[in-house]
């Protein structure tokens, strides 16, 4: 055990960031509060610098329940750098506006609370990191305070505190049978626990998990909440609390889950794979579109958390994956943002009037499908394989299925692009220039896979 604060550098920078921003959008007037977003920006980045070199020195446990470790190293790495994104995109939208220092605070203890929701090794602190990283989400989700923001957020917040005190109830029991909230002490626990009482817990703390996911059954909020938020904050809620989520359920899945984890995280896999699909065939909304598309992606994470401990494969599958389908989802999101359009129709010839624009989408939405040499292919390669190393052929057969399926609503958004222009004004530059940044990440990571896999 160590217990050296320097262990925790990432974390410290991204809180110290929020603290100082919020303390300095207090003093500075309206027109100035952008300066708070340079506050929040360094944060990150220093942030990101922290943990490039943490991630270079041995593992251990912090302060008895923050694991360092690779899968916290990745989680730290993804969750910095796709919030970075987002608060590129969120600038310009909230700029000028009352609370627009509040904004960027909210975004980084968000973050701060999914990166603990990956790296903690203890229940109690689990509990605490969903908090963390739930209530600011919630406010950012009814930020412009119009009707369909309003309503996606209440949705949003209901779900969260029903699934969140669930969750609770099932951390309440585990701590009974498992005489322990630490990992460690509950798998050696839960051995000995009565298996009724270890299902329901095990169950019950699965339901605040796969909320945050935006997995079945807690997936309800994920079209609406993206529909009716700011463009940004719907690229932040389905890209940077799940990265949190999946990093929590592969570790509590490998730690300390108890037999029977992956016949029911393998169900749940298939049936959120299968539902996201089938619900996003039918959009004509983008936005709601990549609110199914990212219910599907969950279903395909999810497949190397259930094998968690059962294949070697399973964490470089998530731990990559989750990484490509941050930067791609995120990259998808900046060019809906940068074009401003929700309807399919308002995409066409977008090839023609902004290639970037147009070039970027394709990029991110043929790497959401998983086609080479994007990110996310490589990502569902070593998914595929995690499932068949861990004797679970049938979930690898449902996967494939469902990625072929898929090809077909992403390819209704992607034909209209190659269309006639409509005199359309070209996307905004600031926006766009975030969307062509994480085209790039998703085609570098993909084609750099090798060497990232290697560190």
Known sequence: MNENPADLAPELCVLLAAVLGLVNGLFLPRTKQWRVAVVCAAGLVFGLAAAGVAASRPDLVAFGSFAVDPVTHVTRIAVLGSTLLVLALAAGEVRGHPRESEH???????????????ATSDLLVLVGAYLLASIPAYALAGFGKDAPGTEAALKYYLMGAFLGVV?????????????????????????????????AGVVA???????????????FWVPDVTEGAPPAIAAYVTTVPKIGAFAALFRFGAEAAPGGWAPLVAVVAA??????????????????????????????????????????????????????????????????????RDDL???????HRSPAAGLALVVCLLGLVGTPPTAVFVGKVLMFGAALQGGYAWLAAVAAVNTVASVFYYLRWIVPLFGRSDGRPPPARATLAVAV????????????????LAA
């Open 104 to 118: 960027y605070a909210l975004i980084l203890l968000s973050a701060l609370g999914a990166v603990v929701l990956g």
């Open 345 to 351: 129709a308002g995409y066409t010839g977008l090839l």
């Open 167 to 199: 969750m609770l109830a099932g951390v309440t029991l585990l701590y009974g049978v498992g005489r322990g909230t630490a990992y460690d002490v509950l798998r050696a626990g839960l051995a000995d626990a009565p298996p009724a009482a270890m299902a």
């Open 205 to 219: 703390l699965l339901a605040g998990l796969l909320f945050k996911a935006g997995a079945v059954p807690g997936h």
């Open 271 to 340: 049936a959120t794979m299968t539902l996201g699909n089938l619900a996003a065939f039918g959009q004509d909304n983008v936005r709601r579109l990549l609110a199914y598309s990212t219910v599907s992606q969950a279903g395909y994470l999810l497949v190397p958390v259930a094998m968690a401990g059962r294949a070697d494969l399973a964490r470089p599958a998530l731990l990559f994956y989750v990484a490509a389908y941050a930067v791609t989802n995120a990259g998808a999101f900046a060019v809906v943002l940068a074009c401003g």
């Open 437 to 452: 940044v994480a085209a790039s990440c998703s085609l570098a990571l993909g084609v750099g896979s090798g060497i990232a």
